[in-house]
C-alpha cells in the first residue's frame, strides 16, 4: 500500500508562487500515474494536473495550463506541482493522488490519495 504526503501549502499573495511536493512511502510510484487535485470550500474535488510514470506526458485543466506545471522525481519517489501566477481563486486544498493504471483526469480512476495541504491566495 502506498502513501502519499503533502507539503509546501500555505498563504501566499496573489501573484506569488507555491512548489508543492507529495512524497511517496511504502512502495516505488515509478509505475503509476499520478495527479494533483483541489477541492475549494463548498465545492467539488477538481482535476489540476497529471503526469505519466515516466514523466514523458502531462496534462493539466484547460484554466490552469501556463501556471501550473506537474512533475517528477521517481528516484526521490515524489511528484510536484509548480503553482505560479496565484490568483484567490487557487485557495483550495490541495490533494496528491496515485493511480495504478491508465492515465487520465478522472478523479474516481485514482486508488490512493493523500491528506491534502492548504493553499490559501490572499488578495
Known amino acids: 500500500q502506498v502513501q502519499l504526503v503533502e507539503s509546501g501549502g500555505g498563504l501566499v499573495q496573489a501573484g506569488g508562487s507555491l512548489r508543492l511536493s507529495c512524497a511517496a512511502s511504502?512502495?516505488?510510484?515509478?509505475?503509476?500515474?499520478m495527479g494533483w487535485f483541489r477541492q475549494a470550500p463548498g465545492k467539488e474535488r477538481e482535476f489540476v494536473a497529471a503526469?505519466?510514470?515516466?514523466?514523458?506526458?502531462?496534462s493539466s485543466a484547460g484554466s490552469l495550463k501556463g501556471r501550473f506545471t506537474i512533475s517528477r522525481d521517481n528516484a526521490k519517489n515524489t511528484v510536484y506541482l509548480q503553482m505560479n501566477s496565484l490568483k484567490p481563486e487557487d485557495t483550495a486544498v490541495y490533494y496528491c493522488?496515485?493511480?495504478?493504471?491508465?492515465?487520465?483526469?478522472?478523479?474516481?480512476?485514482?486508488?490512493?490519495w493523500g491528506q491534502g495541504t492548504q493553499v490559501t491566495v490572499s488578495s
Open positions: 503526469i505519466s510514470w515516466s514523466g514523458g506526458t502531462t
Open positions: 511504502g512502495r516505488t510510484i515509478s509505475t503509476y500515474a
Open positions: 493522488a496515485a493511480r495504478e493504471s491508465g492515465y487520465g483526469g478522472m478523479k474516481s480512476d485514482y486508488d490512493h
